[in-house]
C-alpha cells in the first residue's frame, strides 16, 4: 500500500468515528448538495457545528463546497476518498485471509 493511500484513509475513518458528520453524509447522500443551512434544518444540530463538521469533511475530501447565489456554499459528497479507504481495508483483508489461510493449513498438518 502506497503511503498516501493510508493517510487519506485515516483521514476518511476520522471523518466517520463522529455520528453526526455520518449523519451529515447521509443527509447529503439522500437529498443531494445542500448548505449549511440546508442541513441544520434536517439535522438536530446548530448552524455553526454543522459548518464545523463541514471543515472537517472538507478537509478528508469527503465533501466539496461549490459557490452559489448569494455567496452560499453548497456541499456536495466526493466518492473518491471512500473509495480509497475501502482499498485500504480490502487490503488488510486480503492480508488477514492470506494470514489465516497459512494459519488453517498449518494446523491441518
Known amino acids: 500500500m ?3 493511500t493510508e493517510a487519506i484513509a485515516e483521514q476518511v475513518f476520522v471523518a466517520l468515528a463522529d ?3 455520518r ?12 448548505t449549511a443551512t440546508d442541513l441544520a434544518d434536517r439535522l438536530p444540530i446548530t448552524r455553526q457545528a454543522i459548518a464545523k463538521h463541514l471543515a472537517l ?3 478528508a475530501g ?5 459557490p ?10 466526493r466518492s473518491a476518498p471512500m473509495q480509497v479507504a475501502q482499498q485500504f481495508l480490502n487490503a488488510l ?3 488477514w485471509d492470506d494470514s489465516l ?9
Not at 452559489?68 to 459528497?77: A, D, T
Request: no cysteine; glycine share 8%; hydrophobic share 35%.
Open 101 to 109: 489461510d497459512r494459519l488453517k493449513d498449518h494446523l491441518g498438518r
Open 57 to 59: 469533511l472538507t478537509e
Open 62 to 66: 469527503l465533501v466539496t463546497g461549490e
Open 19 to 21: 455520528p453526526t458528520r
Open 23 to 34: 449523519a451529515v453524509l447521509a443527509a447529503l447522500s439522500a437529498a443531494g448538495p445542500a
Open 68 to 77: 452559489g447565489e448569494r455567496r452560499r456554499v453548497r456541499y456536495r459528497l
Open 93 to 95: 483483508a486480503r492480508d
Open 2 to 4: 502506497r503511503p498516501d
